[in-house]
């Protein structure tokens, strides 16, 4: 049991503790939402700058909150430019670490390598009967705000965010992006001509663009340019803890023990850190910590990232993971439908889970599984299975078989994850899958059980991709990290593109 955390001053972004505040002196709810919003859509600004909030609401804000408890105290960006590291100290001097993946969404959509064909990215199930989802037409969204900027294309920041409120949203979802006075994208849901129909034509007016004025070819580029810089779409893992009580084996947070749990407004801190890196897309609850150990917070934090106006994510692009906390898998169904669930599993059977798993020994394997197939009918969304590959430990074709068995006939994605090599300065000392060992394994999944099955991308391996990995190199005070290098995987999973049965 971590000793407990209080911050003085508090997080603006703890929702309860400035709701509650507020409570106490009788000032409405509604100046909360008010400011939150103006945050979000104005980064550099303070609640003094929101219009019309009553004085004693800002004197009770400048006596008990702050806009940050935290800093961000190092910055890594990957050789390739597609993860950022961010090593954020808490107010008592702890540190977590929050990653940003960037990634192309249109390339690693299943539907368009379907129709590339399956030798465009061998890691990815190819689905040749799937229906898209008029409800995540994203691209419609991004040509729709592109046109909008006519020759002048979007303004951009010192620190590379863009300025403009309705491209965040369009990046982000829904919600807080809408600037005031200026329409918002399109409703989610809402049919649009699709962007490869209604984008300007090079060739408008005749073969060589005659009648097309220099003005308008030149809002013509700005609206392509930004076309593709939307298609990158940014994850966030963040963290929920600092350490973590659960001890895989695996994992460099789990050899720390739990330090503290993490507030509500220290984990949205981390999203607001992040969206000075990238339009944050998608966020995972697969950093440092246990997050169903810490449940009020993250849930709490999941309100509002996913609140119309607040961070407004769409809740399916919201996975929490866990390793498999029961009685909390149930009540989360219960309190955050439609958020994403991923169940770190990494063995087949309750006998070589808690070996790499200790908490495996109080969640036994087949109470697990009830309880997450209780979720999923409770919520109807597919799971996900986080299973990282130990080479000769559970990466062989016995485990495969017995995955197979385990989660065949059920709606999931498996997501391989061939280990991340970490500082190990204690020990168990493993190694990464052999070459060819995870193409068999998933082989068996795919084509024996017809589970929809990923390999996860590599991502920040020089940059001390692996959990805690940052922290615990440089000897700080707790550690963070990713558990999982979170990438496209858990989004194109969620999208309802209705992945038929494997070929």
């Given at each position: 049991m971590a000793p407990p955390r209080k911050l003085s001053p508090n997080s603006v972004w703890d929702s309860s503790a400035v709701l509650a505040a507020f409570e106490e002196e009788g000032i409405k709810p509604l100046h909360a939402h008010r400011i939150w919003g103006h945050l979000i859509r104005h980064p550099e600004a303070t609640w003094h700058d929101?219009?019309?909030?009553?004085?004693a609401t800002?004197?009770?804000?400048?006596?008990?909150?702050?806009?940050?408890t935290s800093k961000v105290v190092k910055c890594q960006n990957s050789s390739d430019g597609t993860t950022t590291k961010l090593l954020v100290q808490l107010q008592d001097g702890m540190q977590v670490e929050a990653v940003v993946m960037t990634y192309e969404s249109t390339s690693r959509d299943p539907q368009v390598l379907a129709r590339?064909?399956?030798?465009?990215d061998p890691h990815l199930p190819i689905d040749h009967c799937a229906v898209a989802d008029d409800d995540d037409n994203d691209d419609d969204d991004v040509f729709h705000d592109a046109t909008e900027y006519g020759d002048h294309g979007p303004d951009h920041g010192p620190d590379g965010a863009r300025a403009d409120a309705t491209a965040d949203a369009t990046a982000n979802g829904t919600g807080a992006g809408e600037e005031e006075g200026r329409p918002a994208a399109r409703a989610e849901?809402?049919?649009?001509?699709?962007?490869?129909?209604?984008?300007?034509?090079?060739?408008?007016?005749?073969?060589?663009?005659?009648?097309?004025?220099?003005?308008?070819?030149?809002?013509?580029?700005a609206a392509a340019a930004l076309v593709n810089?939307?298609?990158?779409?940014?994850?966030?893992?963040?963290?929920?803890?600092v350490g973590c009580q659960m001890g895989c084996t695996f994992c460099a947070t789990g050899t720390m023990g739990l330090k503290g749990n993490l507030t509500a407004g220290e984990i949205i801190e981390q999203m607001v850190h992040?969206?000075?890196?990238?339009?944050?897309?998608?966020?995972?609850?697969m950093g440092m910590g246990e997050p169903l150990n810490n449940y009020e917070p993250v849930r709490a934090a999941v309100a509002m990232m996913t609140d119309s106006k607040g961070f407004g994510l769409k809740r399916r692009h919201v996975t929490v993971s866990t390793v498999g906390v029961i009685p909390r898998i149930k009540q989360l169904a219960e309190d955050l439908p439609g958020v994403s669930l991923a169940l770190s599993l990494h063995a087949p059977t309750q006998e070589l889970r808690s070996t790499i798993v200790p908490s495996a020994r109080a969640f036994k394997l087949p109470a697990l599984m009830e309880a997450v197939r209780h979720y999923q009918r409770t919520s109807s969304q597919r799971v996900f299975y986080e299973y990282v590959m130990l080479s000769g430990v559970n990466d062989g074709e016995e485990q495969a078989h017995e995955l197979g068995k385990l989660l065949k006939g059920d709606d999931v994605v498996v997501n391989l994850i061939p280990w991340n090599p970490i500082y190990q300065p204690e020990g168990p000392f493993f190694e990464a899958p052999r070459d060819g060992s995870v193409g068999k394994f998933q082989n068996i999944l795919r084509f024996e059980y017809g589970l929809h099955t990923t390999v996860r991308q590599e991502m920040g391996q020089d940059i001390s991709g692996a959990c805690?990995?940052?922290v615990v190199e440089s000897g700080g005070c707790g550690g963070g990290g990713c558990s999982k290098e979170a990438t496209r995987d858990i989004e194109d999973g969620v999208r309802g593109v209705k992945l038929g049965p494997v070929a």
């Open positions: 929101v219009p019309d909030v009553p004085k800002l004197a009770l804000l400048d006596r008990y909150f702050v806009k940050f590339a064909g399956p030798e465009v849901g809402d049919e649009s001509t699709e962007p490869s129909s209604s984008a300007p034509s090079s060739t408008a007016g005749g073969p060589n663009g005659a009648g097309a004025g220099p003005g308008r070819a030149r809002g013509r580029a810089r939307l298609r990158k779409r940014s994850t966030l893992c963040v963290s929920s803890q992040a969206r000075g890196v990238a339009a944050i897309r998608n966020v995972v609850f805690g990995q940052l």
